[in-house]
């Protein structure tokens, strides 16, 4: 659906979904076999840009973990362990070959499943998981030169959770470093986004891995709880909402389990008055609007030099004009679907209570898609630190701006959340940046850009965005002893 604005509307440019084969319902991926769940039961995975299913996913209940983490155990024990480095890496340059060659595939299902425009996941989240995982393949035969003088050994079986924001890449994050360091695995996607790992199960499947090296289970959160609580499981790496990631530190208290949680995260963007105004309002639009916003580590709080905020919020509000916001399948669309129908109910809710403390709203006049979830880029001007629109992470494209003088103020205030996951500076000096990167509480710090990632540098957050590091030599030590 094209913006209102005719000087922005284009014609539908729709990728097709002729190439892609999707089953009907799909069963749990354990021991190398498609295994229908204990519990005989499915539930359905929709559309969020039409509102229909796409397929019935398997629930995987007590049982079925079990299976899945004896599966692992004895992959682990008999082969996965015992391997020459250099033989594990082949297998994981395998599968990033594999899932190359179906890039295509790959980003249809991910925008059909994720609402995702296709754009983002065809230039970003594919090729991201590609690389991470022939990051790691490289990596495996090469793990004493990474940590020299110590003695390293794997984990074991490593249970991984991850949400529904960027399913395959947080699939690919999670299963290339655990294979690298020697471990097996058990994943659970997102209950709303389970298609693409589905689908990477049919990549490894493909990829002749030994069966049980890496198990794909489905389900809902007790699914999760299932891998978190099991004794057979030596280290949990999870991606998700802070509320579970404290209930999982609270589980695994007291045991020998190894974690790595990231967590939600409300980070700042701040822009100085010597920027470039121009980039730095795309690095704003890129930071919370494309992607619906749906980023933990999302630019969801915009800080802006007093001087030149009328300038800013205005240059800003010309761009909120060309955003398409429609059909993510359309290589037009910037801003596509909300994933659920219960993400969009907590977003609306935001808004609501940004209206009611006093807020100023402006939204994109954009016409919205009479089907399925969607939210017009919303931005609120006359916002305090202690507004709750300005505390809580609100995971849609809906931006908070404040204005400040000082650089300490500004330190302060991006600061001044319960979260630390990202920052994003954009200034002119080179000083600046460097006093800021050591000043703000943030995992990742962005200068003059916002939202890049690379499989080689380490991102993960302080205070209650979680703690370890995914990425990087970093995320490989998180899944190995060393001593
Ligand atoms: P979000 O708010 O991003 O959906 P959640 O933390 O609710 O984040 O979900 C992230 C992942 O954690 C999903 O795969 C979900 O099924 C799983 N999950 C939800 N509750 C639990 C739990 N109690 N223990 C383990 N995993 C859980």
Known sequence: MASKNKNWEYAPSLESTEHITLKKRYDLFINGKWVKSASNKYFKSINPNDEKVIAEISHANQRDVNRAIEAARNAYTK???????????????????????????????????????????????????????????????????????????PLGVAGQIIPWNFPILMAAWKIAPALATGNTVVLKPAETTSLSALK?????QDSGLPEGVVNIITGYGDTGAAIVNHPDVNKIAFTGSTGVGKIIQKSIAGSEKKATLELGGKSANIIFDDAPLDQAVEGIVNGIFFNQGHVCCAGSRLFVQEGISEKVIRKLKHRMKSLVVGNPLDKNTDVGAINSKEQLDIINKYIKIGKKEGAEIHQSACSLPSKGYFCPPTIFTNVAQSSVIVQEEIFGPVLTIQTFRTVDEVIQKANNTPYGLAAGVWTDKGSRIFNLTTKLKAGVVWANTYNKFDPSSPFGGYKESGFGREGGLHGLSAYLKLT
């Not at 295509?104 to 998981?129: N, Q």
């Not at 990477?200 to 490894?204: F, R, T, V, Y």
């Open 79 to 153: 082969v996965w362990s015992k391997m020459p480095a250099n033989e594990r890496g082949k297998y994981i340059y395998r599968i990033a070959r594999l899932m190359q060659e179906r890039s295509r595939e790959l980003a249809v299902i991910e925008s059909l499943d994720a609402g995702k425009p296709i754009r983002e996941s065809r230039d970003i989240d594919i090729p991201l998981a590609c690389n991470h995982f022939f990051y790691y393949a490289g990596w495996a035969d090469k793990l004493d030169y990474a940590f020299p003088n110590r003695q390293i050994s």
């Open 200 to 204: 990477l199960a049919e990549i490894i």
